[in-house]
């Protein structure tokens, strides 16, 4: 038990004393880059999944997109 003690009150002092934290305005900035950079990720992996969809189209199915695609190449 002595050693949870220790090393609970090690971590409290690393996070206090040795951490450096970021300024409201630094994480706010942060916040944005990652912000910005999930949506043009998530834009681009949008427009992967229509292109493959319209592709996988016939006239008995309807757009599957990107799932169908994968699952057409595995025979699924």
């Known amino acids: 038990m002595a050693s949870f003690k220790t090393y609970l009150s090690e971590s409290y002092n690393e996070l206090v ?18 912000l910005v950079s999930a949506l043009i990720l998530s834009l681009i992996v949008f427009l992967m999944d229509f292109i493959f969809g319209v592709q996988n189209m016939n006239e008995t199915s309807f757009w599957k997109g990107m799932l169908g695609f994968i699952y057409k190449l595995i025979g699924a």
Do not use: F, Y
């Open 17 to 34: 004393n040795k951490v450096s934290w970021p300024t409201w305005k630094e994480l706010q900035s942060s916040a944005i880059i990652v």
